[in-house]
DNA sequence: CATCCTAACTAACGGTCGTTAGGCAAATAT
DNA sequence: ATATTTGCCTAACGACCGTTAGTTAGGATG
């Protein structure tokens, strides 16, 4: 089937933009690089994609879509805070770790997005960061977290996460289960010796 | 005398810089926007810098070895490993916090250096990580620390401190000292109330 | 077999990139 | 007063940018 080979073509241009993006940023990698890399002419890639900027909206909204989802999928299983807090950066580290090159596009190229995505991509965001305020807040509610500023905490948890990119190696000795079980025992217990 | 305006106007190029690399990145910043920014044309500006990558070169190396002189001079206290740990987060979010743009740069737009400052630059951070990693062997040894994987607690503990640009406001109510106390906080005890 | 469609090609577009050469007016030094 | 230096200018370089137009070979479809 024709539409097949076309699908798959597009997948692997979308692939490489995202290994590429990753590894040289947004602006600094061009339309003759990715299709180099494909064996083709930078012209022949549009008959696949509509432009350059598409696959960066596409990178950046696929896994915005993939963080919203499975928060909305959590907050509807009503678990106590400190549960909802394990599973919620599980989760969240299951995302990243599954989706690496793209999490770093996702983390750092969403900025050459243009209007009005730009403000789209943000307002996802800020979503999800308050989803993660209100799992703080109502730790902070049943006395189970001590909270002394709610932004400083809410970002310590969300870089720690979004760092894993940095050193994470899929086939290294530390699974994204286990790196989710020791970051989350980190968070709530800290290294202090008692 | 003439040279202090040069140095005036050097000085002006690589604030401005900073700051635009910072909020475009290196790629997407051009000369003549930077120009722009000073009111001259682009040319004019190698009247006072070699090339473009000269400034990103002088912005890498400046912090880090603001990070290096730092560290350098902790362990030279020989302190306690909770002590040492706790200056040393302090030490260095003091760094960033008064380096905002500069930081930014540094931890995202080192790749795009060339060779050899490309090597150089990593060499010097894996240094400055050994630091603080030996702070953690330490804390262990002296049986004050408890943990259970060296590089993940070592990327949590950086993460979240190079996350600070992401939400720090140099006149909101969380000056520099107050949030390494309260990082340090987290980082030691967590967020559990006990 | 004739027709259509796909995925690639070549050629080229207007534009921007970092950088160099050469000049010129004002400031500084002698 | 003269000579030198400074800080900018204009013009231009070759290279590369994202993208469009038009074409063509070859496979799928009738």
Redo the contacts between chains.
């Keep these: 089937m024709a539409t097949a080979i076309i699908k798959n073509r597009k997948q692997q241009i979308h692939h490489t933009a995202k290994n590429l993006f990753r590894e040289?940023?947004y602006?600094?990698t061009s339309m003759r690089h990715i299709a180099g890399e494909l064996g083709i002419e930078a012209a022949s890639l549009y008959s696949h994609i509509k432009s350059k900027e598409e696959i960066l909206q596409l990178i950046c909204f696929e896994l915005a879509e993939q963080f919203l989802k499975s928060s909305e999928e959590l907050q509807r299983k009503k678990l106590p805070a400190?549960e909802l807090f394990k599973q919620a950066v599980t989760e969240h580290i299951r995302i990243i770790t599954q989706n690496m090159d793209s999490s770093v596009v996702f983390l750092?190229e969403w900025?050459?997005l243009s209007e009005p995505f730009l403000s789209d991509f943000k307002l996802m965001r800020k979503r999800y960061e308050n989803f993660y305020k209100n799992i703080?807040k109502a730790?902070a509610e049943e006395?189970?977290?001590?909270?002394?500023?709610e932004?400083?905490?809410l970002?310590?948890i969300?870089?720690?996460m979004?760092?894993?990119y940095?050193?994470f190696t899929p086939n290294g000795k530390?699974q994204p289960e286990e790196?989710a079980e020791?970051?989350v025992?980190?968070?709530?217990?800290?290294?202090?010796?008692n």
């Excluded at 006395?143 to 500023?149: E, G, H, L, N, T």
């Excluded at 025992?185 to 010796?193: D, Y």
């Design positions: 040289r940023g602006a600094a400190k750092h900025r050459h703080l730790g006395k189970k977290f001590q909270i002394r500023d932004k400083l905490t970002f310590v969300f870089s720690a979004n760092g894993i940095e050193w530390l790196i020791q970051m025992e980190v968070f709530l217990n800290g290294i202090l010796k």
